[in-house]
């Protein structure tokens, strides 16, 4: 399936990979999930939704149709039903007398910290929903949001949802640039954002990406609203700039939710696809909240009166969406939420919290983990860790080592981990073992929930059989699953339905074992998986040669110990052009800018070539070999065979 000889390796690795973890008979006999979910499931996948959608969520008016895919690729599903999900994520909590449970425990990275109940975030969703029509959003408007994570993000997701107009989440760690077209793409008709955030000991800024944004083009953009947190200046646009503190903080906290229809739009997600164009990954609301709710009870086994959750994620990626706001919420937990990084002020920071909060469900990234092994066993050793009781992986493959470390170091060697895969597309957990019901392997993601169809196929698109391996695909129309590509109907058939006719195509390399467990092996397109971030090569490779100095740029996505991969672009500057000292510098610098500095390269070779086929075809699995040290594959397809010489001496250059 890819000549990338890694992936064979790690695959042999994988394969040896014979340890086992049975569910424990204490653990059995408490479980949410039970084996008998599978057969149900297996029998009739729609009626099991429906029950799923009708046990897990209240509808204002119920719904008699449970599928219609009658027009594929465009799943309806619950369609003739209404709900309003920030409703279901708050007031029906209140109103069944929950409203003292502690929703959000928030720990503000210097130290500061608020509780938020129900009845709070009642309060609070309420009054944002107020101030939002009062600034002019209507239902069906879309607003973008580029916020830290505090309080306010979650509030200011639920409150459009609340009002039924779709958020588009801007992850903090983007550019002015990347903002910029993401709002322009959406028409936004508001942005929220805030003055900055706390991160690594110090106040960051954001508010002047959000003005940058603004005064790169026009845009629908009527309003700014702007939360308060770190209290550092800002430039203010009289009549377009509102504080959250103004405008919420005044406004009633009585509101009434908008009831939509199950298919109503709940939210744009941008990703990174094999193109230069980020993909506005668009969900709706029914079906995206079922799943939610279903997968967040049975995966991580929430018992919502007594356990603790902790997801590290930020909500500007899907794992913030899906398992810190819809999914948690509408199961009613109580959760941490943390603003800032891992080691601040110290190593140990994330686990003072999970020993402050007694946390007992931990939902992380493998590059999170295989960071806290290469710092060392003494900072989570400091800590009383007991009250954890399952511990999730997301983002990428964990390879067995970390899941290892993960379950001995972290889960004192008792926890069941949940590895789930999924993607922001697929809007919930697709694949995962069930906590008291699977015997775990270390690595594996292991088997499709209940109500889930997944499989692995060859190129022609037949599954294979146990053992082989091939492309991951989902087989059946799930109820979570992206509804397109916001304002391009043919690049979603194009991207994700046209590899295999009538079955979805998710990008990932996979392999089945012995008794037909998946194993995840990375992506198999031009997107790269950097600290669990999706990252394109052909975006970045774009900016730079955005920059007037690059004539032409390759970027390889290398296999990185703790990050997973490290992005590393060869160049080749335009004539005239020397590498003089700073180039570089300047050109990571670059990079972020156009789209923010979680894409800057780790390493930039200058060249003079690159390696390209004789149809001029880059030959990025050359540049790999180079960028890992490797010996370079067969490179008998080149124009030019020296052509790799030179550049395999260029790599050990210090950068
Ligand atoms: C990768 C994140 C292996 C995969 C939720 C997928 C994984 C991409 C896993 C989606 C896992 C996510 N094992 N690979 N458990 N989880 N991936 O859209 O390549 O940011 O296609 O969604 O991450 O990334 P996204």
């Known amino acids: 399936m890819t000549e990338d000889s890694t992936t064979s390796e790690t695959l042999e690795n ?69 709900l309003n999900a920030c409703y279901n994520a708050v ?43 009062a600034l002019g959003v209507q239902t069906g408007d879309r607003v973008a949001i580029y916020l830290p994570m505090i309080p306010e993000a979650v509030v200011a997701l639920l409150a459009c949802a609340r009002i039924g107009a779709p958020h588009s989440v801007v992850f903090g760690g983007f550019s ?27 106040p960051s800024a954001l508010k002047p990406a959000v003005d940058d944004a603004l005064a790169k083009g026009p845009t629908d953009v009527a309003h700014v609203l702007v939360v308060r947190r770190t209290g550092q200046d800002v430039a203010w646009t009289e009549g377009r700039d509102v504080w959250w503190h103004d405008a919420v903080d005044n406004a009633s906290d009585q509101h009434t939710p908008v009831w939509v229809e199950a ?111 290469k710092w060392g066993e003494e900072f989570p050793a400091a800590h009383d860790l007991s009250s954890l009781r399952v511990l999730g992986s997301v983002g990428e493959p964990i390879n067995p080592e970390a899941w290892m470390w993960y379950r001995r170091v972290i889960g004192g060697d008792r926890t069941p981990i949940v590895d789930t895969w999924w993607q922001t597309e697929t809007g919930a957990i697709m694949i995962s073992p069930l906590p008291g019901v699977t015997t775990l392997k270390p690595g594996s993601a292991q088997t499709p929930l209940p109500g889930i ?59 089945k074992d012995e008794d037909g467990d998946i194993w995840l092996l990375g992506r198999v397109d031009d997107v790269m998986n950097v600290s669990g971030h999706r990252l394109s090569t052909t975006e970045i490779e774009s900016a730079l040669v955005s920059h007037p100095s690059v004539a032409e740029a390759a970027v390889v996505g290398a296999t990185d110990e703790t990050t997973g991969q490290a992005v590393v672009a060869f160049v080749i500057l335009r004539g005239g052009n020397e590498e003089v000292e700073g180039t570089v510098a300047e050109l990571r610098a670059h990079v972020a800018k156009e789209i923010g500095p979680i894409a800057k390269p ?44 030179l550049i395999a001496q260029g790599i050990d250059k210090p950068a």
């Open 602 to 645: 780790r390493k930039i070779l200058v060249v003079q070539e690159l390696p390209k086929t004789r149809s001029g075809k880059i030959m990025r699995r050359l540049l790999r070999d180079v960028a890992e040290h490797r010996a370079v594959g067969d490179a008998t397809t080149l124009a030019d065979a020296s052509v790799m010489d």
């Open 14 to 82: 994988l394969l040896t990979e014979d340890r086992r973890f049975p569910p424990g008979a204490d653990f059995v006999t408490q479980a949410n999930a039970h084996a008998e979910l599978y057969p149900w499931a297996a029998a009739d996948p729609a009626g099991f939704w429906a029950d799923q959608a009708r046990e897990l969520l209240t509808w204002q008016q119920p719904f008699t149709e449970v599928l219609d895919w009658s027009n594929p690729p465009v799943a309806r599903w619950f369609a003739d039903g209404t």
């Open 453 to 511: 169809a997944a499989d692995v196929v060859d190129d022609e698109g037949h599954p294979v059989p146990n053992g082989g391996g091939g492309y991951l695909v989902l087989t059946k129309p799930w109820p979570a699953m992206l509804r397109g590509i916001w304002g391009d109907l043919e690049r979603f058939k194009d991207t994700y339905w046209s590899r295999f006719s009538g079955i979805y195509f998710a990008g990932d390399g996979a392999k």
């Open 176 to 202: 002015a640039e990347a903002l910029h077209t993401r709002i322009e793409d959406a028409d936004a008709k508001l942005v929220i954002t805030a003055d900055g955030g706390y991160r690594r000991g110090a």
């Open 263 to 373: 298919e109503h739009p709940l939210f744009i997600l941008y990703t990174s696809g094999t193109t230069g164009k980020p993909k506005g990954i668009f969900h709706t609301t029914g079906g995206y909240l079922a799943q939610c709710a279903y997968s967040h009870l049975n995966v991580f086994d929430l018992k919502p009166e007594t356990d603790v959750y902790w997801c590290t994620a930020d909500v500007g990626w899907v794992t913030g969406h899906s398992y810190i706001v819809y999914g948690p919420l509408t199961n009613g937990a109580t959760q941490v939420m943390y603003e800032g990084t891992p080691d601040t002020p110290g190593r140990d920071r994330w686990w003072e919290i999970v020993e402050k909060y007694r946390v007992s469900i931990l939902y992380t990234a493998p590059t999170a983990i295989r960071t806290c092994m």
């Open 91 to 133: 007031d029906r909590h209140v109103e069944a007398g929950h409203g003292d449970r502690v929703a959000i425990h928030f720990e503000g990275e210097p130290g500061d910290t608020r509780t938020l109940t129900y009845a709070d975030l009642q309060r609070e969703v309420s009054r944002a929903a107020n101030a939002l029509t």
